[in-house]
């Protein structure tokens, strides 16, 4: 089983700053690209950010130079610094990795989701 545990979601106001975390855990051999989507109230889900194992990574237009992912491989990581926040960032956030099993099956993995409330 592979499994990931999201953690960092609450309630923030205008402005303000939060911090994801996401830790892959289980029988991983290996981790390709991951990420973060989020699912604002009758929304579809979207991408926020992905990073691949090298560094390379993709930001949603609206996210860009308020975000930063982070990774760290050997824990196998991801981090998601959210700053100067604003209402329309309100979602349940959820982080994905493609996950490559000990025994050699190639997973997409889902965290179960953390809600961020922006809000005064």
């Known amino acids: 089983q592979v499994q990931l545990g999201e953690s960092g979601g609450g309630l923030v106001q205008p402005g303000g700053s939060l911090r994801l975390s996401c830790a892959a855990s289980?029988?991983?051999?290996?981790?390709?690209?991951m990420g973060w989507y989020r699912q604002a109230p009758g929304k579809e889900r979207e991408l926020v950010v992905a990073?691949?194992?090298?560094?390379?990574?993709n930001y949603a237009d609206s996210v860009k130079g308020r975000f930063t992912i982070s990774r760290d491989n050997y824990k196998n990581t991801v981090y998601l610094q959210m700053n100067s926040l604003k209402p329309e960032d309100t979602a349940v956030y959820y982080c994905?990795?493609?996950?490559?099993?000990?025994?050699?099956?190639?997973?997409?993995?889902w965290g179960q989701g953390t809600l961020v409330t922006v809000s005064s």
């Open positions: 994905n990795a493609e996950i490559v099993s000990r025994d050699y099956r190639s997973l997409e993995v």
């Open positions: 289980g029988m991983i051999l290996s981790i390709n690209a």
């Open positions: 990073v691949t194992s090298g560094g390379s990574t």
